[in-house]
């Protein structure tokens, strides 16, 4: 069906458009003018801001990510670093991104504990068959990775410069734009004169005028990524507070993205801003500045979320991205453009991130104006991807959102696994047991102290210290599973009896005496109920 939208603020490149109508028809833009270029038989849609479709320019994929993201209005996701198998299966799902597939990196370097086993990249030579292999897997552009980790106080193998010289080449010579993470603005510095041609984050540490004009004069771009810092809790990180400090992560805090969020993703969410923390929380304040005065010299700055890090949802993480840059400094303009027009430029999408008679109908439709106030970019009212309207409900609750979850559990689950081998004293729970070997809960190490929990992950009392937490176990670890817990899986919370617990799931029967249920209860996995026992 064609539609037209009526009486609409349409913003292309950050500005508002004269005209205030738009017709889509087989995919395309086909007409922006008046009233007049409306037909017999269109949806009509009236007012509101009309966007391009948001593209995010740094994500890893999970199986339905870009599924996720539409709900969000994010239309494109631009991948800079998952395994082949998963992109093939994803492109085979109907799934349209960009990607770079593997990303090149020294053996045993970043991102060697999230994605091993991969090929690696020793020594200039390697170079040329390394691209050979990217290109043929179907990368869209190179990832490399130069970073030693010390700006983390790590110390990590890293590619040395002659190799970063030799993909370069290696990739432009196969018409390859490479996309570069580095951490620090001396290691930007390296990358630029080695010939890359964007840089994967903002540095975070200060970069000098002289720093900042080498990248600038350079042409590169940099995808800027300043919601990392939404990983950590509270918002000390970016000194934004989205609401009280009541230990939940940024994303959680915003009413417009969390009406959207599928129940699972949330749950993800509010498991992680639980996790172990450093005491303190990364300062992005370096990263904004420097955002800001490479704009300000000439460089293209992209929006991008690095998802599915801690606490970052795929497209709804973007709209905190250009609150992020607005608060670095940018006009919402040219928040807006770096999720936009700017990217598509950059990666070479032609047919999206603009306004214009003949672009590809991805579209955006939000209440409010997002150039006067960033946030109305969150008052999602629909989406649109190549002119099909995107049905929120058809990913919610389904076997590939459950995907999703469980490939970020496996791939997390690795990773820390990885960390108490390489660090023996890097905090995980710790399993309470009564005299007879019954297990009793976990002990989890969180922000601010240890959390007393179930077998199962739920919380049996307040942060407290290491001690405290272990008596609260050994008091009330076994018997609390008798007592009236509340839950609820997509609605209201409600009292039920937990009939059994593992560690992945539980057996509830609901004490509401209408509800229809066996008799002997109903399990349920831990991603699809919330649990609490004193709400």
Not at 19 to 45: F, K, M, N, S, W
Not at 303 to 319: E, M, R, V, W
Request: glycine residues 10%; negative net charge.
């Amino acid at each position: 069906m064609a539609i037209t939208f009526l009486r609409t603020r349409l913003v292309d490149r950050g500005a508002v458009l004269p005209a205030d109508c738009l017709r889509v028809e087989d995919g395309r833009i086909t007409a922006i003018g008046g009233p007049d270029i409306a037909q017999p038989g269109d949806e009509l849609i009236h007012e509101g801001t009309l966007l391009p479709g948001l593209i995010d320019a740094h994500v890893h994929l999970v199986p339905g990510a870009t599924r996720l993201a539409t709900t969000y209005g994010v239309t494109t996701l631009i991948d800079q670093f998952s395994q082949p198998d998963l992109i093939a299966a994803e492109r085979a799902a109907g799934a349209d991104f960009r990607t770079s597939s593997i990303g090149a990196t020294a053996p045993g370097g970043h991102p060697t504990l999230a994605f091993a086993p991969f090929p690696y990249v020793a020594n200039p030579a390697e170079a040329k068959q390394f691209v050979a292999d990217r290109i043929a897997e179907g990368a869209d552009h190179l990832k490399l990775i130069y970073d030693d980790g010390a700006s983390a106080g790590m110390s990590i193998p890293s590619l040395d410069e002659p190799t970063v010289r030799a993909l370069v080449e290696g990739a432009h010579a196969n018409d390859l734009k490479v996309v570069a993470h580095v951490s620090t603005a001396a290691g930007a510095v390296t990358v630029v004169g080695c010939g890359v041609d964007v840089l994967a984050h903002a540095p975070s540490d200060a970069m000098t005028p002289a720093q900042v004009a080498t990248v600038a004069s350079a042409g590169v771009a940099v995808i800027a990524t300043l919601d990392i810092v939404d990983g950590f809790t509270p918002d000390q990180a970016s000194g934004d507070r989205s609401g009280d400090d009541d230990g939940r992560l940024p994303l959680l805090r915003e009413a417009e993205l969390a009406v959207r969020m599928p129940a699972r993703w949330r749950r993800l969410v509010d498991n992680q801003s639980r996790r172990w923390m450093p005491p303190e929380a990364p300062d992005n304040s370096m990263a904004r500045a420097n955002t800001l005065a490479l704009l300000r010299a000439g460089a293209p700055v992209l929006a991008g979320t690095d998802a599915p890090n801690p606490g970052l949802i795929f497209g709804a993480s973007l709209h905190r991205e250009l609150r992020h840059l607005v608060r670095a400094g940018l006009a919402p303009s040219e928040a807006l453009i770096a999720a936009t027009s700017a990217p598509a430029e950059v990666f070479g999408l032609p047919d999206r991130g603009r306004l214009t008679v003949g672009a590809r109908a991805d579209l955006l439709l939000v209440d409010g104006d997002p150039l006067t106030d960033i946030t109305a970019s969150q008052q999602v009212r629909r989406t649109w991807v190549a002119g099909e309207a995107v049905v929120p409900a058809d990913y919610a609750g389904s076997e590939t959102e459950l995907a999703g979850i469980h490939f970020i559990g496996e791939t997390t689950h690795r990773i820390l696994t990885a960390l108490e081998e390489m660090w023996p004293g890097f905090p995980g729970p710790e399993d309470v047991y009564r005299e007879d070997g019954e297990l009793l809960g976990r002990v989890v190490p969180v922000t601010g102290g240890s959390l007393p929990t179930t077998v199962f992950g739920a919380a049996l009392g307040p942060v407290t210290d290491r001690d405290t937490a272990v008596e609260t176990l050994e008091q009330i670890g076994l018997s609390s599973l008798i007592e009236t817990w509340w839950a609820r899986t997509d609605g209201d919370w409600q009292e039920v009896t937990i009939i059994e617990a593992q560690p992945d799931r539980v057996r509830l029967h609901w004490k509401d005496p209408m509800l229809d249920q066996p008799p002997s209860g109903q399990w349920y996995p831990l991603t699809d109920v919330d649990l609490e026992f004193r709400p």
